[in-house]
């Protein structure tokens, strides 16, 4: 008989709310993280809070009042390991690189190779979330729905995606070799920045190469091992076109 494996919660998830319109959805968010033991709660741009939310948000007052309220997407990702975006739009083609989102069950089988801080990001209610924040995020999750009405409240998006994460995370083995921090993804995604540059890659290639990149390794979630390996591949190919160009 095979021995149990002890699964340990390393993760830590943080919700952030883009620039919440609703008072009843804003306390019905809180009131979910709480259910699911999200670890807190970030808001960009949010109106006052009234009693509408407080009265929703129930044992998740608390969250809800100890809330950072930030003015930009850049500042409520700061200090977050991997940024999971959502989306209600969902794009498999092979050009459509910016909205080509995992499921629930895809997304919770990822987070068992990842280690962190992991901010789940839920957009406004009636335009989502904008370019700029989509290029932002490491990766997307969707929820899928009736290609008739494919969008879902998003109070009603984080009671399925929550509880998908609290239940996934508790059933999923993790891998046992740590994954990449922070840190290392920046500094491997400045090293192929570098790499465009030396190779000569045109501008207007640039952004989807960046985002295709930077999505890739978000899937992969290589290891510390497979970091040191990869960049040191670039490095050598970086010094290689250095060489020649002498």
């Avoid at 968010?29 to 948000?57: C, K, Q, T, W």
Wanted: aromatic letters at 6%; charged letters at 25%.
């Amino acid at each position: 008989m095979a021995p149990e494996i002890e699964v340990v919660v390393e993760n830590e998830f943080v919700v952030i709310l883009v620039q919440p319109l609703y008072q009843g959805n804003i306390g019905s968010v809180a009131r979910l993280a709480r259910n699911f033991e999200m670890a807190g709660m970030v808001m960009v741009d949010p109106p006052p809070l009234e009693d509408e939310a407080i009265a929703y948000s129930m044992h998740g007052k608390d969250l809800l009042l100890n809330a950072r309220c930030v003015t930009t997407f850049t500042e409520a990702v700061e200090g977050i390991d991997w940024v999971v975006g959502t989306s209600g739009i969902s794009d498999s083609g092979e050009k459509c690189y910016l909205r080509n989102p995992l499921n629930p069950p895809e997304l919770v089988k990822w987070l068992g190779s990842v280690n962190g801080k992991i901010g789940i990001v839920l957009g406004r209610e009636d335009k989502g979330l904008l370019r700029e924040e989509l290029e932002a995020c490491d990766i997307l999750v969707t929820i899928p729905a009736s290609p008739e009405y494919p969008i879902l409240n998003i109070s009603h998006a984080a009671s399925i995606l929550f509880y998908e994460i609290w239940k996934g995370t508790r059933e999923t083995p993790r891998r046992n070799s740590p994954s990449i921090t922070s840190r290392e993804k920046i500094v491997l995604l400045e090293h192929y920045e570098r790499l465009m540059e030396a190779s000569g890659i045109p501008e207007h290639k640039k952004p989807i190469s960046r985002i295709n990149f930077r999505r890739m390794i978000t899937r992969a979630a290589p290891s510390q091992r497979e970091f040191n390996s990869l960049m040191g591949t670039i490095s050598r190919a970086m010094d290689y076109k250095k060489k020649k160009g002498e």
